[in-house]
Structure formats: structure tokens, C-alpha cells
């Protein structure tokens, strides 16, 4: 963000009460306190108010702000702007010094240099100079026993890529490009005035230090061209769905000797008709009988990783009740986590006539229905 004159003018450390070496939470709490005292809702027709509310806004939309706060801090060091220029006790020329006319100066123009940014104008020139690809995306579907266990794949892309011809640098095969003459290679011409120093891209090479004067028939001087690639990505083990997998440097090429960009491969991950995923760990249901739930049982039930595991059920288990086992979930560099079964108990949906019969005998042994507390009949 381009400094604005007003920063020159006010001081937004006072306008919120804070020091300014105050922390951004102290910053953010001052200004919430006083947000909520000076709002017009709290304050109806109170003119003064509104105003001081809307001072409070500005001052916390710069100081609140890391960049825009690192910026005005630096323009108050340079002291009080004067009502003409620079010149003037107490402005930046000091007295006698050399003055500017603000009233009809571009600040971002005039400041550029002090925050690496040389002006609007200088920053259309370096966007011809040496610029970083584009970063990519990638979408890509597995399933979820691929997705547990981790897998190499190849994805096919068409994008930006290092022309084959002058392999990426712009020029003829058999030549190179040449340093620029107008400012000896450096990109950057410098204009000294008085106790300031400007820099600005070369207009010769656009600030890239070098000029090809043989530019390759194939990709015409940029060192790009678009074409189908492969590119190979390890898919870890655990990968949850959604999950972005960072490949740094196998985006869309970059232009004029710029880096690559980076591709991102969005993974879906398919569910599974077994297991289910919670976190890290691995989630089953497992269906049970009430003779199985009422007198106990070994249970085997099997895991992701091929080693099925048995799980002892003690008598009166109720429907519902999970069990862990220690380890065989989503395994990750720090943790593996667990896999959780759930015992459901099955209950039949018809019975034979000898089935009924050994219920409803069973029933004539068994406490009365358990929903007395209920206080109903």
C-alpha cells in the first residue's frame, strides 16, 4: 500500500491510546474497547462520537495492519511533513533543504524506493523483467486403502514449461543473451537527489540485466512454452480427503529466467464400504448376536493392514460400546492412531416358531423390563 499523506499528519498510536511500541494484541484490544464505546449504535446522534469512531477505524486499519504498520512507522521517523514539502524546519531537507510538491505527488511514487517498490511506474517495467510461474493445481481421486497406505503416481498436466528448444533461457540455440548496456547488467539505473538515493528498472532490459538479441525461434524470447508433462508426486501414507500436497518448484514455468511456480494436487479420498476414518484413527462397526452380547464372545475383526485382530467381548456387553485397539489406525511421522470398533447387536427380523419359543421362555426368567425409573406402566 502506497503511504498516504495523512500518515505524515497524525498519530495513530495516540488516537488509540497505545504506545507505539505497543503490541499488535494490545493494539487490537484498544481498539475493540473503544470501538464499542464510540459506535453510533451506542452513541445515536452523538456527532462527535461518530467522528472520533471513524478516527479510531482509520488509525487501526494502518496500526492494526503488519505491513501497513512497518510502513507508517517508517515515514514517522522521518519526521513531520511541512506544509509545502520537504524543506522547512523540522521537515526533511531541513532548513534550506530541497522541496516537493505533495499537493500534486504521487506518495507510492515517492516513497517506493524506501519499501522496495520504485512507483507504479517502475513496477509495469519490472513485470517485464525475470517473473515467477504461476503455482498450478491438480485435482486427483484415490481410494481409501490407497490413501491409508500411501502410493507414487504420475499426473498429466498442460501448462507453462521450460522451452526444450533454448532450454528456458530466450535465446537462439549456440548464443546467450547479453549484459545490458544502459546499466551494466545491474537492472536497475539509481537517480541520486541531494539525501535521497532512487532506484528504477532499466527501461533498456526491463530490469532484468541482460538482452537477447538472438531470441529462439520456438518460444519467441520468453523461454516458455505450453505443452504436456508428467509429473511424478508420493502421495503419503495418511492423506486425509481434501488434503493439499505441495510440490515446490513443478508449476507453470517461469518467464525471462524467472523460478518455477509450485503445483498443488488436491487429493479426494473415496470412502471405504468397511472402515471409516475419525482423525487419525480408523473407525468399524461390527454386528453382534444378543446370545453373543449377553454371554460374551471372542470377536476377530480385521484392519487395514491385512493382520486381523480378535477382541475379547465380555458377557453383558451392550449394544454400542467400542472397543480400541491400540495402533493400527492412520499411521503419521509423529503418531499412529487407533482403530475404534463399535459392537452393534443384531436383532433378527423373523424368527421360527422354536426361536420364539426359547425367547419368550427366556423372558419369564429375566428381570422385569428395565424402564421402571421412567415412572410409566
Known sequence: MAPQREWFEKDYYSVLGVSSTATPKEITRAYRKLARELHPDANPGDAAAEERFKEVSAAYDVVGDETKRAEYDE?????????????????????????????GADLGDLLGGLFGGGG????????????RGADLESEYHASFRDAFAGFETSLHLTSDAACSTC??????????????GQCGGRGVLDDNQGMFSFSSPCPSCAGAGQVITDPCSDCRGTGVTKRNREVKVRIPAG?????????????????NGGPAGDLYVIVHVAPD????????NLTL??????????LGTDLTVPTLDGKAVTLRIPAGTPSGKVFRVKGRGVASAKSTGDLLVTVQ???????????????????TTLPSAPREHLGVA
Open 75 to 103: 515515514v514517522r521517523r522521518m519526521g513531520p511533513m511541512p506544509g509545502a514539502g520537504f524543506g522547512g524546519p523540522g521537515g526533511f531537507g531541513g532548513p534550506g533543504g530541497a522541496t516537493f510538491d505533495f499537493e
Open 120 to 131: 507504479r511506474r517502475g513496477h509495469r517495467n519490472r513485470s517485464r523483467g525475470p517473473q
Open 167 to 180: 532450454r528456458g533461457s530466450g535465446s537462439k540455440p549456440g548464443t546467450a543473451p547479453v549484459p545490458c
Open 239 to 255: 492423506v486425509a480427503d481434501g488434503q493439499r500436497i505441495r510440490l515446490k518448484g513443478r508449476g507453470a514455468a517461469g518467464r
Open 273 to 280: 464400504a468397511v472402515f471409516g476414518r475419525d482423525g487419525r
Open 285 to 294: 462397526s461390527v454386528p453382534i448376536s444378543f446370545t453373543e452380547a449377553a
Open 345 to 363: 447387536v443384531s436383532v433378527p427380523a423373523k424368527l421360527t416358531d422354536e426361536q420364539r419359543e426359547a425367547l419368550e421362555s427366556l423372558a
